[in-house]
């Protein structure tokens, strides 16, 4: 095995692997950033580059893409409130109210530390476990993944404020959104109302930029510019990492959020968004200060960025053991390991050990690299916020209109960018909380999918769901989440109404 590692280390530090893998990070850094541009896409372009080099260089510049574009989703989800990647949706609850509240550095910095140990930790996990894993991972059928995706979409409570109906509500619009277009298992038009442009569907980026930024547009456009402006306070522009004090007071929320992304990634059909959610509520759960969640406790910032790195380390277990690609971004990366001959597998292991321990440095660098170019462009990211507020409306609106388009070339999808938007400035007018309409579109199409095709398996018996173990464990879960929900409602109303009555007395 040392002769490996020795080898490997020889493959992994050429100047051609250092340099293909900071490439791939610092593009996928910028696609990762800009909404509608994710970090799949820049995988995409990278691909056909990858093709000239050798193996461990070219698998470095495939994940350095993944790696950065996963760490990147933070910054503008940060500094805009506008989510570069569905992963970073959760980081926006309590990141932009950080630098609303003058913490953007601190929010920054942040996000980059315990990204660069959540990826570390589940590097580690998948190396010392991944024939463990591999094998639960792989025992999850349909009606396994469906339990667990339910107990996810319960994690919906925890994000819908003091209204559990207005969440629910919200939840709800969401899975109504996904079911628009053609059904993928019988092609049967689904809430198109004869409209061909709806058959192929709402694409969840679209939504998510609609979601997020057209309200902050229609905002900025909306102040009177005549009317005098509160001083805003503006973020210190410079580097600013967490204290050692702050990291050792959240070392154990970063392990628990850590083994939470590395098993959701590890299941095939998952992924980082759904694992930032169930991070974020569990943070808040175990919070000893819920209350200020949504509002920039740093914890909502940790629990969600440190699960999503996670989640590259877990995709790995079943990518490299079993060649099952988790996510269309983890497809790619295992395209391009069988174009050089990296067939996965028990084999590969075996046949190019040298090569996989390369791989393993190679995610090792892509993290150093992401801290280094993140812990640099801090000092230039919070100049955003120097800019004036209707300048910046215009620029991140030319911005969605470009990544609206870009992601199926279809100007439909600018239409529909625009009028999920104004939806949603109109909901959150009225106080309806729109981060679980994501969660909605996230969850719905692994959760209607799964349940179907276990309905399938077990030919229309619902016994496939009482039967198994893991999917009864689930299925309690999701229940004692939403009836402890509901009784915490129900005492914050009683407690408000004898406030009241003392008040009125």
């Given at each position: 095995?040392?002769?490996h590692?020795?080898?490997a ?19 996928g ?43 990147g989703?933070?910054?503008s989800?940060?500094l ?16 932009h ?17 315990v990204?660069v ?7 580690v ?41 207005k ?19 019988e092609?049967v038009?689904?809430?198109t ?11 969840l ?17 909306s102040e009177d ?9 503006m ?14 007071r ?5 392990i ?23 991070a974020?509520?569990?943070a808040k ?15 909502g ?38 174009i ?16 996989v321990?390369?791989i393993?440095?190679?995610v ?13 462009g ?19 609106l ?19 960018m ?21 969660l ?51 005492r914050?109303?009683?407690?408000t109404k ?8």
């Amino acid at each position: 095995m040392m002769e490996h590692f020795l080898d490997a280390f020889g493959l992994a530090f050429t100047p051609m692997s250092i340099a293909a893998i900071g490439l791939g990070s610092l593009v996928g850094l910028i696609f990762g950033s800009i909404p509608g541009l994710t970090f799949t896409v820049a995988l995409a372009l990278a691909l056909p580059i990858s093709f000239s080099l050798d193996a461990v260089p070219a698998i470095g510049l495939l994940l350095g893409t993944y790696i950065g574009g996963m760490t990147g989703g933070s910054v503008s989800a940060i500094l805009l409130g506008i989510p570069g990647t569905p992963s970073a949706a959760a980081t926006v609850l309590d990141g932009h109210p950080m630098t609303k509240n003058g913490d953007a550095s601190l929010a920054l910095g942040t996000a980059v530390i315990v990204s660069v140990f959540g990826g570390i930790f589940s590097l580690v996990v998948m190396i010392v476990s991944v024939d463990l894993v591999s094998k639960v991972a792989i025992g999850f059928g349909p009606a396994e993944i469906f339990a667990l995706v339910l107990f996810g979409f319960s994690t919906i409570c925890g994000l819908c404020g003091r209204s559990l109906t207005k969440g629910l509500i919200s939840g709800v619009l969401g899975l109504m959104i996904m079911t628009i277009g053609l059904d993928l298992i019988e092609g049967v038009p689904r809430m198109t109302f004869g409209s061909v442009n709806l058959l192929q569907g709402v694409n969840l980026l679209v939504a998510m930029i609609g979601l997020f930024a057209i309200p902050f547009i229609i905002e900025a456009f909306s102040e009177d510019a005549h009317l005098p402006k509160t001083p805003k306070k503006m973020a210190n522009v410079r580097p600013e990492l967490p204290s050692f004090r702050l990291v050792f007071r959240n070392i154990w929320l970063m392990i628990r959020c850590s083994l939470i992304g590395t098993g959701i990634g590890a299941i095939p059909g998952t992924g980082g968004a759904i694992a930032s959610f169930l991070a974020y509520d569990h943070a808040k759960r175990f919070s000893k200060k819920p209350e200020t969640f949504g509002k920039g406790n740093i914890e909502g910032v940790i629990a969600p960025e440190t699960a999503n790195n996670a989640v590259t380390g877990g995709t790995l277990i079943p990518l490299l053991s079993l060649g099952i690609p988790g996510d269309p971004a983890t497809a790619i990366v295992l395209a391009g390991l069988m174009i050089h001959g990296l067939v996965p597998g028990p084999a590969l292991f075996m046949n190019h050990a040298s090569e996989v321990y390369g791989i393993y440095i190679a995610v090792v660098l892509a993290y150093m690299w992401v801290l280094g170019l993140q812990l640099l462009g801090i000092r230039l990211f919070v100049h955003v916020l120097r800019v004036p507020r209707e300048i910046l409306a215009v620029v991140v609106l030319v911005l969605c209109v470009i990544g609206a388009y870009s992601i199926r070339n279809s100007a439909f999808d600018i239409y529909s960018m625009a009028a999920i938007g104004v939806a949603a400035y109109v909901l959150v007018a009225v106080r309806i909380p729109i981060t679980p309409i994501i969660l909605g579109m996230v969850l719905g199409p692994t959760l209607e999918n799964e349940f179907r095709t276990a309905m399938m398996l077990s030919e229309g018996k619902v016994d496939i769901f009482y039967t198994s173990p893991t999917v009864v464990v689930f299925f309690i879960l999701a229940a004692l989440v939403i009836g402890l929900q509901g009784l915490s409602e129900l005492r914050a109303k009683s407690k408000t109404k004898q406030k009241v009555e003392v008040s009125d007395a």
